[in-house]
């Protein structure tokens, strides 16, 4: 069964650093490109960023390029999100997500909550 | 970067009856590749989205076939032939032709 498992989500404050994590498992989740997709509370989704099934490409959307950076370690079958200079704008429930082109499986989501 | 319209943004709906869902792009999302790169999934409440259609009109794995995908360009529809109790939730198209990928605003489905 495939599974994604967040965490790392929590309280910082405005100016603050977080990294999320997402462990893979039951699939080899080196041949999959994984992404983050973010959900404000009571918001739509939104798509943040991607990287491939390597580590070797990687992309964002511009609300959050140059503050955060995506990665993943193959031989942990783990996914990261290193997330800096947070926002309140970034509040959110984060949700790593596998697929190529499309979102087949998901996670449970973690929250982030940007507040003083 | 795209931007994905749906319409309505609320649907109630009695059980038994059909449900149409409207998404339109701002631009084509036909990709040089030949392929539609057009997606819809639901969320229900408390949950993590999950796929309905992929590329337009496939239905993923397990996906009653009470849902139906259409569409071409920038003009796509998720139709529901016969509404269910279960199917209670917030539909998304999504669009993957262009970075950044895009969601629509959701429609929020409730049954009657």
């Known amino acids: 069964e495939v599974q994604l498992v967040e965490s790392g989500g929590g309280l910082v404050q405005p100016g603050g650093s977080l990294r999320l994590s997402c462990a893979a498992s039951g699939f080899t989740f080196s041949s999959y490109w994984v992404h983050w997709v973010r959900q404000a509370p009571g918001k739509g989704l939104v798509w943040v960023s991607r990287i491939n099934s390597d580590g070797s490409s990687t992309s964002y959307a511009d609300s959050v390029k140059g503050r955060f950076t995506i990665s993943r370690d193959n031989a942990k079958n783990t996914l990261y999100l290193q997330m800096n200079s947070l926002r309140a704008e970034d509040t959110a429930v984060y949700y790593c997500?596998?697929?190529?082109?499309?979102?087949?499986?998901w996670g449970q989501g973690t929250l982030v909550t940007v507040s003083s | 970067d795209i931007v994905m319209t749906q319409t309505p943004l609320s649907l109630s709906v009695t059980p038994g009856q059909p449900a149409s869902i409207s998404c339109k792009s701002s631009q084509s999302l036909l990709h040089s590749d030949g392929k539609t790169y057009l997606y819809w999934y639901l969320q229900k409440p408390g949950q993590s989205p999950q796929l309905l259609i992929y590329?337009?009109?496939s239905r993923f794995s397990g996906v009653p076939d009470r849902f139906s995908g259409s569409g071409s360009g920038t003009d796509f529809t998720l139709k529901i032939s016969r509404v269910e109790a279960e199917d209670a939730g917030v539909y998304y198209c999504?669009?993957?032709?262009?970075?950044?990928?895009?969601f629509g605003q959701g429609t929020k489905v409730e049954i009657k």
């Open positions: 999504m669009e993957a032709t262009h970075l950044p990928w895009t």
């Open positions: 590329e337009v009109s």
């Open positions: 997500a596998r697929g190529n082109s499309f979102f087949g499986n």
